[in-house]
């Protein structure tokens, strides 16, 4: 069983900035890769940023140049930093981690925080 805690949303003035951290404890062999999702109202969830256990890093045309993804592997900790926040990046972001256990791989996902940003 795995548990994932994340923190960091809430709401802040367009142009600013916000950290999301998502830690991952639990029963895993091994973390592959780790990733943020967003999900606005009405619309359907959509991958943000990921990064492997390599390192490599791919991200969502509409936040390159302001978020950063990375990873801590000895924590087991995925962040997110976002810059220059606009209003259409409001919504609630889930963190998810692809890990495998006994051979099998699994995906987990947070329980979600809620990103605002004001215009």
């Known amino acids: 069983q795995v548990q994932l805690v994340e923190s960091g949303g809430g709401l802040v003035q367009a142009g600013g900035s916000l950290r999301l951290s998502c830690a991952a404890s639990?029963?895993?062999?091994?973390?592959?890769?780790m990733g943020w999702y967003r999900q606005a109202p009405g619309k359907q969830r959509e991958l943000v940023a990921r990064v492997t256990s390599g390192g490599s890093t791919n991200y969502a045309d509409s936040v390159k140049g302001r978020f950063t993804i990375s990873r801590d592997n000895a924590k087991n900790t995925v962040y997110l930093e976002m810059n220059s926040l606009k209003p259409e990046d409001t919504a609630v972001y889930y963190c998810q981690i692809q890990f495998m256990e006994d051979s099998i791989t699994y995906i987990d996902w947070g329980q979600g925080t809620q990103v605002t940003v004001s215009s």
């Open positions: 639990g029963s895993f062999f091994s973390i592959n890769a």
